[in-house]
């Protein structure tokens, strides 16, 4: 079945240093979804990306879809503790609806 | 307006009892999906509806696994019997129907312990 693999699995950085997690699919997706959940807390929707090669930005946060719509990457810049949490990503399975999760990248900012 | 709630937060169980988990998704929203979260294995999809009808429920571990929903307003996972390895927590979703799927509103969980 389809596969989203997600790196790195954990990344500590130091407060105002970057952070990028990456995102890949095993067959092609017709969209893929980023979503933050905070430590004890649940999944919440951070962004939809649609078009091959689409970037999208909010604040210090870039979002990028590959051109073949198999791969995707979130890039925080100059972190900042409230960013603390895990980063997933997640791709459709090829049947309406479904949804696949990444594992997640858990990210520490040490302040 | 009232998001995504889930029933109960918490649940403290022996291996053999019944578990029954419960939903309330967005109003209006045409999907519903309950998914599993583990340190080992991630967030995994165990069934999902669309208006009201289970589409796939392929990841719904084995028969003790069960989900219902007999209305917009309401969808129940069932557990019988529970064994220790289903501790995790439970997450139920809902989202618009965009032609695609539309971005998850997750509920806040139902953290279950089987001992």
């Known amino acids: 079945g389809q596969q989203v693999m997600q790196i790195p699995q954990y990344q500590h950085v130091q407060e105002g240093e970057d952070f990028t997690t990456y995102c890949n699919s095993s067959t092609t997706l017709s969209n893929i979804q980023w979503y933050k959940q905070r430590p004890g807390g649940h999944p919440v929707f951070l962004i939809q990306l649609v078009k091959s090669g689409e970037v999208k930005k909010q604040k210090r946060l870039t979002f990028q879809f590959g051109e073949a719509k198999k791969n995707s990457s979130l890039h925080i810049t100059a972190t900042q503790t409230t960013d603390v949490g895990t980063y997933f990503c997640a791709g459709d399975g090829g049947s309406q609806g479904n949804l696949i999760f990444g594992k997640g990248t858990k990210l520490s900012v040490k302040p | 307006d009232a998001g995504v709630i889930q029933s109960p937060r918490h649940e403290v169980t022996e291996m053999g009892q019944e578990v029954t988990l419960r939903c309330k998704p967005i109003?209006?929203?045409?999907?519903l999906f309950w998914y599993r979260q583990t340190m080992m294995r991630g967030l995994e999809l165990l069934i999902y509806?669309?208006?009201?009808?289970?589409?796939?429920d392929s990841g719904m571990p084995e028969d003790r696994f069960s989900a219902k929903m007999p209305n917009a307003s309401f969808s129940t996972l069932k557990i019988q019997p529970s064994e220790p390895r289903d501790s995790a927590v439970y997450f139920c979703?809902?989202?618009?129907?965009?032609?695609?799927?539309?971005?998850?509103?997750f509920g806040e969980g139902s953290r279950l312990t089987v001992l």
């Open positions: 109003s209006g929203h045409d999907y």
């Open positions: 509806f669309n208006n009201n009808v289970p589409i796939d």
């Open positions: 979703a809902s989202s618009i129907d965009r032609g695609h799927p539309g971005e998850l509103f």
